[in-house]
């Protein structure tokens, strides 16, 4: 690409030079043509030449009239008598013969007849006996010796007409020189003239010629550069697929570490509760620190590759700032006390917006970022969470939040420094205190997101004070508390002994992490026959049965455990089921089943009813109505927001997009088994597949997705709207892989 | 004086058209002092037969006017003063397509009649204020406008400035 690169700029180079030379020629052609025409346009020559023809008329005139004048005088002697009137006739005569000598002394001629000696003195002599006969013609008519004085001026009057004959062919032979000289001139004129417009046609040629060339490289210089945008455009691709499927892989791989991770972190917490000796427990205890301190090492690289794989979401809903700063506060006790900091939080008792519409989740990441950092970098210190309202311009509301510790502070080298990825202030940082120096890059990143500011002020010695200043977006309180504000403890449940009968995978999950979030362990069975097999085996304290599954429906199986002779003959088994008719609860309660739950099931319903199991309550708990899946509002991905906030907040977002993939893993194999059924008129498959699609669905939220599964079901004779439920399907599919 | 000169020549025409009003029947005055000009051919009023003549006092009393100019035939900027060839061919009740213009020496020219007509062309019979001798190209001399009009400053109008005009017959 480079040498490609070095060809277009040699071409370009090449193209400005021959530029350069165009326009040389072109100024040079310029001139020409301005010498062309300054040369044509002389048209002294041409005014010289009328001159020259009139000079020659007004000399063969001058010649004619002294002739006229000599033949009339000549034929006035010859007559006997001489009239008064032909005196006066040859008196204007003469009058003639001297206003046309006048001539050649004026005007025009001026110039032409003294420019040669021969002329010059033709034109003097002709003058002088013009002048010297003055005297005999001037009142010639009124003289009395009239004869007498004509008869003297003969030889003068011959003389005249001499001259003027010489005055003219003088006259004639200059010219004729003259006209030879013009046309040497005209004929120079034209070989000049010639000169010139070959130089202009060659300059024209040159200027073509150049042209096209230009056009030629600029052509060329226009595809090098063609070539070279795509080559970019390829490497560019192939960088960011590289990167992608870098951030993928990070995804990926730190989603794989983080599960087993989990579990050891559990089971050390286990350990921790049982009765082991002082030492193993300090042993646990570093065994979870260390553990804990690498699932948040894990978080930071997630996060900065969901950040540049451009994944990092941010859903803005109503949150309360004071609980918020709490939970931060609650969650950093313990680390600051082990460092023995004091962790202080400076709040004004009433805030005037507390409800604040914001990414939750990610405003207390930020803080938490920063409160342990601080606790971090601060040994016996104290450490300060400040939060404080203000009024910006234009009467703008907005919030600071601070975090102040009185630790090892940063330079301004650090500082500039701080929010870059993977740097620390130094490298000696990295060894003491650990770290992936993700923290606050990340924290940036989020900040930006969230349209806030972030920055640091710090002395080294003395402590540093990080802030991060946002604009309120005010908003009044949830009417339902909203899931990060929903009190996360239940009371403490006894550990039952609950076996889930569920065939779909999407649920079976949700149903088990929600069993595990309230101190459950369960069983699993994924269809009534294995659940039978299983309730002959071992004494439940509840069961948890899907209505429509493969092999054996839950009615079906219901009727099977309450007819054995098994040990869970009396054992409560709830039926958990999207259909919510009245008919369904009628088979229910036929079939011998003491509850019944609409899915999907919520983590609170499931907690009473596990609390009503275990108070042995004979009566099941009161069957909820099917929430009206309309009044569910829905966000761009088509999941339910409130329903995803809750899954969140139990699950873990990771959890959450796992369980959306294989929802939509299954609802691909559903809708296969639904058309298949249909294709075949196997109405009651079809019928299972959209129950459990429908079911499914609304579990994950997908209320649209249920909806018409069950507007399908009611009216299978309707027209079709398979198509209608696969669009949405895989409109879903694409906003989640976009 | 220029004024004066204005004033003399506007009351010139003045009285020429008032007298072409009471006496347009009648024959044009004979001509009191030396005929200078001749107008021949197709004229309808005449002093003369079949003809119109004109002496110095007749032309000046005609519509005219003063110009300064440089001319082929004389030296740096000189003044005519005269008639419209238009005021005299109108004097002479003249109409036609050409005239033919006639000098003493008998040199003619063809002058197209729209040249009176369109252009402001003089029959100069004063140069630089004072009357013109034969000698000095008097004493009719036929000027174009040249000062008005350079495009006119070429050989085609150069040959129909006739100078000593005698006598200017009508065509028709």
């Known amino acids: ?738 | 004086m220029k004024t004066f000169i204005h004033a003399l020549l506007l009351t010139g025409a003045f009285a020429i058209s008032t007298g072409a009003l009471t006496s347009n029947a009648l024959a044009l005055d004979k001509p009191a002092g030396d005929t200078i000009l001749t107008i021949t051919g197709h004229v309808t009023k005449t002093n003369s037969s079949k003809a119109a003549t004109f002496d110095m006092a007749m032309l000046e009393k005609l519509d005219g006017r003063k110009a300064t100019m440089e001319t082929p035939w004389t030296t740096g900027k000189t003044e005519f003063s005269g008639p419209y060839l238009r005021a005299v061919l109108a004097a002479a009740g003249a109409s036609g397509k050409k005239l033919i213009v006639k000098a003493l020496n008998d040199y003619a020219s063809e002058v197209p009649f729209e040249d009176a007509e369109k252009l402001d062309t003089i029959l100069a019979v004063r140069m630089n204020g004072d009357e013109m001798s034969v000698r000095e190209k008097g004493p009719v001399f036929l000027i174009y406008p040249f000062d008005k009009d350079h495009s006119l400053y070429n050989e085609k109008y150069f040959s129909r400035s006739v100078w000593q005009i005698k006598e200017i017959e009508v065509v028709e």
């Not at chain 1, 010796?145 to 004639?172: C, G, I």
């Open chain 1, 1 to 738: 690409m480079s040498a490609r690169g070095d060809k277009i700029s040699d071409v370009l180079k090449r193209a400005s030079l021959r530029a350069a030379v165009l326009q040389a020629f072109s100024v040079v052609l310029l001139v020409i043509l301005i010498l062309l025409y300054m040369d044509m346009s002389d048209r002294q020559a041409s005014l010289q030449n009328s001159i020259r023809e009139n000079a020659m008329w007004a000399a063969f005139q001058l010649d004619r009239e002294a002739h006229e004048l000599e033949t009339e005088t000549r034929l006035l002697l010859a007559a006997p008598e001489v009239e008064q009137g032909q005196l006066k006739a040859l008196s204007r005569r003469y009058d003639i013969v001297y206003s046309r000598n006048d001539l050649l002394s004026q005007g025009h001629f001026q110039g032409f007849f003294v420019q040669s000696g021969d002329l010059s003195a033709s034109s003097i002599a002709i003058g002088q006996i013009v002048k010297s006969l003055d005297h005999v013609f001037t009142g010639l008519e009124k003289s009395t010796d009239a004869r007498t004085r004509l008869t003297a001026v003969l030889p003068a009057l011959d003389a005249l007409h001499d001259e003027t004959n010489k005055l003219l062919l003088t006259s004639n032979t200059v010219i004729s020189d003259n006209r030879a000289q013009a046309r040497d001139d005209l004929i120079h004129l034209q070989k000049t003239s010639g000169i010139y417009v070959f130089l202009l046609t060659l300059s024209v040629g040159f200027l073509i010629f150049t042209l096209r060339r230009q056009l030629k490289a600029v052509r060329q210089a226009g595809q090098g550069f063609e070539a070279m945008a795509n080559d970019l455009a390829s490497a560019y691709n192939a960088a960011d697929a590289g990167n992608r499927a870098k951030s993928q892989f990070m995804a990926t791989m730190g989603h794989e570490i983080r599960t087993p991770l989990n579990a050891i972190l559990g089971t050390a917490e286990l350990l921790e509760l049982s009765d082991i000796p002082d030492d193993v427990r300090d042993n646990i205890r570093t065994i979870r620190s260390s553990g804990e301190a690498l699932l948040e090492v894990l978080n930071e690289i997630l996060d900065y590759s969901k950040i540049e794989y451009g994944k990092l979401e941010i859903e803005l809903r109503p949150a309360n700032l004071p609980e918020l700063a709490h939970t931060v506060m609650d969650i950093m006790a313990s680390r600051a006390k082990e460092r023995g900091n004091a962790l202080v939080l400076d709040m004004p008792d009433q805030l005037l917006h507390p409800w604040i519409k914001t990414d939750p989740t990610r405003l207390r990441q930020i803080i938490l970022n920063l409160v342990s950092n601080a606790t971090k970098f601060t040994r016996n210190g104290t450490v300060t969470l400040r939060l404080r309202e203000f009024s910006g311009p234009n009467g703008r509301q907005f919030v600071r939040i601070e975090v102040q510790d009185t630790g090892i502070g940063i330079d301004e080298a650090g500082r500039k420094k701080l929010f870059k990825p993977f740097s620390q202030v130094d490298a000696s940082i990295s060894r003491r205190f650990g770290g992936t120096g993700l923290g606050l890059t990340i924290s940036k990143e989020i900040a930006e997101r969230l349209g806030a500011q972030m920055g640091v002020e710090s002395e080294i010695g003395k402590g540093s004070t990080f802030w991060l200043e946002m604009r309120i977006e005010a908003t009044d309180a949830p009417e339902i508390a909203s899931p990060s504000e929903r009190p996360t403890g239940f009371a403490p449940l006894h550990s039952l002994k609950v076996l889930l009968v569920e065939d779909n995978k999407v649920n079976q999950q949700l149903a088990l992490r929600f069993l595990e979030r309230l101190g459950q362990k369960a069983d699993l069975a994924t269809n009534g026959a294995e659940a039978v097999k299983v309730a002959t085996a071992r004494t439940y304290d509840l069961i948890l049965m899907d209505m429509q599954m493969p092999v054996m429906d839950g009615i079906e199986a219901a009727r099977a455990i309450r007819a054995g002779q098994g040990p869970n003959r009396t054992s409560p088994i709830i039926a958990m089921t999207a259909n919510a008719s009245d008919e369904d609860r009628d088979a229910c309660r036929e079939a011998g089943m003491n509850g019944f739950e609409p899915k999907p099931i919520t983590l609170k319903r499931l907690h009473s009813v596990l609390a009503g199991v275990a108070k042995r309550s004979e009566t099941a708990p009161a069957p909820t109505t099917l929430p009206d899946n309309d009044a569910f509002g829905a966000s761009e991905d088509g999941i339910d927001p409130a329903r995803k906030a809750e899954l969140v907040e139990v699950l873990g977002e990771e959890i959450f997009d796992e369980l959306v993939a294989s929802f939509f893993a299954d609802a691909d194999a559903l809708m296969t088994e639904y058309r298949d059924a249909r294709a075949a008129g196997d109405r009651h498959a079809a019928d299972k597949a959209l129950h459990t699609l429908k079911g499914a669905a609304a579990n994950v939220g997908f209320n649209a997705v249920a909806n018409i599964a069950q507007a399908i079901r009611q009216s299978p004779e309707a027209p079709d709207r398979t198509d209608q439920l696969t669009a949405l399907l895989a409109s879903y599919t694409f906003n989640k892989a976009a």
